[in-house]
């Protein structure tokens, strides 16, 4: 009897761990195929490169192929589709920001320093009784655009040696390198529309954002006159592209460009998203008649 009871003991372990191993095969089995299933997904997905459809996957290295063959003519090429305008929008762009010292910036996609020299330029004409100390970080993705920006950081005198803060960083703005709550001010110009998720840069920016912290966000937008707005189509689409051909040796990139600012949401509608992310008090001021905003909000 004693040994009907062990055999059977045996039996029921045995089948008991069998049933564990079984079950744990089935579920490894599952979970493999979810992962599979949504790597199939993800690789399908598609979004915009400008009018053209790609996978989301393929999104980031177009941009930065971009970006890459025009680095040396960026600047060049900003004052010709803008007939130098761009550096009046910027210029109101950081009195936007209004600085103060002690202010620790981050400015994404801003591998040529615009942003940055002219928010070093601002604290440099504001009195700093106390003496504090600012720093910057400038975070871009694509590493010959930031090349760019340390050689006119040089060139122009913005050097730790003579007592500007500045670090160099290449990073992904939908994933930042950075930890929550390092910065105090958060800046993007004319790099947001540029990603393959909007909404994925601002949940970073609001991330790495401290309480109180702000953003803003200089954009390409829409005007809301149609007589100017075709004109503006006409110029943007017939003229850019012939520009970037003479100036850059090369069209195609400035014809993403023109199409890319199509195809990012009006106005109200970044507003909404920028209100998703968790910001507040957000709001937006155009410039140039809508040509390009400037949007605001609070990590409150």
């Known amino acids: 009897m004693a040994l ?3 055999i059977n003991f045996r039996l029921a372990r045995t089948g008991k761990s069998f049933a564990n191993r079984r079950f744990s095969v089935t579920s490894s089995q599952r979970s493999s195929a979810y992962s599979e299933k949504k790597n199939d997904e993800d690789e399908s997905r598609e979004t915009h490169f400008g ?3 790609v996978k989301e996957s393929e999104k980031a290295k177009k941009v930065h192929a971009v970006f890459e063959n025009v680095a040396g003519s960026y600047d060049v090429m900003n004052d010709a589709m803008s007939l130098g305008i761009h550096r009046v929008w910027k210029d109101i762009f950081i009195q936007r920001l209004g600085p103060t010292h002690g202010t620790k910036l981050l ?3 801003g591998g040529t320093g615009d942003i940055t020299f002219r928010y070093l330029n601002y604290l440099k004409n504001t009195r700093n009784p106390k003496n504090l100390q600012s720093h910057v970080t400038v975070c871009d993705i694509n590493e010959a655009m930031l090349d760019v920006g340390k050689a006119r950081a040089e060139k122009q005198g913005w050097t730790v040696d003579k007592g500007y803060d500045i670090t160099w960083q290449q990073g992904d703005a939908e994933k930042l390198p ?3 709550d390092s910065f105090t001010a958060y ?3 004319f790099g947001i529309r540029n990603v393959t998720h909007v ?3 601002l949940a970073e920016a609001y991330r790495v954002l401290q309480p109180g912290g702000r953003f803003l966000c200089l954009e390409f937008s829409q005007l809301n006159n149609e007589a100017l707005q075709w004109i503006y189509d006409k110029y ?3 003229m850019i592209p012939v520009m970037g051909m003479l100036i850059a040796g090369q069209w195609e990139p400035y014809q993403y460009l023109v199409e890319s600012i199509r195809k990012f949401p009006r106005q109200d509608d970044f507003k909404n998203m920028i209100e998703d992310a968790g910001f507040r008090q957000v709001n937006y001021e155009n410039l140039t008649f809508g040509v390009v905003a400037i949007h605001s909000g609070f990590k409150l």
């Open 187 to 189: 800046t993007i110009a």
């Open 199 to 201: 909404e994925n840069v």
């Open 51 to 53: 009018y053209q459809t």
């Open 236 to 238: 943007s689409f017939q």
């Open 107 to 109: 400015d994404v996609a």
């Open 178 to 180: 950075f930890a929550n």
């Open 4 to 6: 009907s009871k062990c």
